[in-house]
């Protein structure tokens, strides 16, 4: 058997079509959404995604600011920076690209974020109101693999186990709240697991958000199973793999996401469609 893919770049394209269709119908109604990406520093990747946020703004037709610091700001000037963008009513969305220098305390600036703006849905505003079902800003990735799922008529889960490998609060954490919220039985596993295989292999659902390569691999996946791959790695020849042994999973597994092409794109796309809501419910409260 092999799985079948769930393409993440054209799911995207279609969820950034109608989150264009959405912008245009706004601006003609005197607001148009606006995202300011702030990067400190020169991390090489982190380049290429505030590049690509930008851009994916503009297509979908946002106004989008990028700030670029050196990696010597402070923190204070950073904070200020936020303050700043929290008081511009043209800007709906913030995202601080992480990671942040050491010396600045990430959660801090998080935290200066003003939870109307929080886009990224990191603020602990947005965990707290995810976790007890009010309305927030989710965070992206995991928001990306709920839709992932929902692209398979996976939206309400009712009778699935889900096993979440990761518990980093801005992908396990919440992904874990957004399974259990559409009504799966949720486990969360990770470095103190005793026996990750036993806990996966009992999974309809396995989402992988560890940042290791093949901490999945074949024997490790019920068959027909959903392997959602949320890892972004290096392999040995610099090539981008994610957390699954993709090549051994996807002949067991019946839905797999590929890195690249699959969380990643999705990321970006739910950025878009966080930011759209902030301005409809910017437009709405004016
Ligand atoms: N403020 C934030 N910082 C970070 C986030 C985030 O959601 N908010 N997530 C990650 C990085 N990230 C977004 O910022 C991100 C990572 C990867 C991709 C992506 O599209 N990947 C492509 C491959 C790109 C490549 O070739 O390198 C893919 O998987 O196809 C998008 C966004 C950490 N920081």
Redesign the pocket.
């Known amino acids: 058997m092999t799985a079948q893919l769930i393409d ?1 770049n054209a799911l995207s394209k279609q969820l950034r079509g109608e989150v264009a269709q959405r912008a245009a119908a706004l601006t003609a109604k005197g607001t148009k959404p606006g995202l300011a990406v702030v990067l400190v520093g020169d991390n090489p ?1 982190s380049q ?2 505030v590049r ?1 946020k930008v851009k994916a703004c503009e297509d979908a037709g946002f106004k989008s600011v990028l700030e670029k610091y050196e990696a010597g700001l402070s923190e204070a000037e950073l904070l200020a920076r936020v303050e700043a963008l929290n008081n511009d009513p043209s800007i709906h969305g913030i ?4 990671p942040l220098p050491k010396h600045i305390d990430d959660h801090k600036v998080i935290e200066a974020i003003s939870p109307l703006k929080d886009v ?1 849905g990191f603020h602990v505003a947005s965990a707290g109101a995810l976790m007890v079902g009010e309305v927030g800003f989710k965070a ?2 995991p928001y990306g693999c709920m839709k992932m799922l929902e692209s398979i008529g996976m939206k309400d889960l009712r009778g699935k186990h889900a096993v979440v490998i990761g518990r980093s609060n ?1 992908v396990g954490k919440p992904m874990a709240m957004m399974l259990l919220a559409a009504n799966a039985t949720v486990t969360v596993t990770h470095s103190g697991t005793a026996d990750l295989g036993a806990m996966t292999r009992q999974a309809d659902i396995v989402v992988a958000a560890v940042g290791r390569r093949n901490v999945l691999t074949a024997d490790m996946v019920k068959p027909g199973a959903v392997v959602i791959d949320v890892g ?1 790695n290096r392999d040995d020849e610099g090539k ?1 793999c994610g957390d699954v042994d993709f090549a051994g999973v996807k002949e067991v597994a019946g839905h797999i996401t590929p ?7 999705m ?2 796309t739910m950025l878009l469609v966080n930011t759209m809501e902030a301005a409809e419910r910017a437009a709405a409260a004016a």
């Open positions: 993440g990747a290429v995604y690509n995202l601080v690209q992480l990224d992206c990735t801005i972004m981008l890195v690249p092409g699959g969380v990643g794109p990321t970006i």
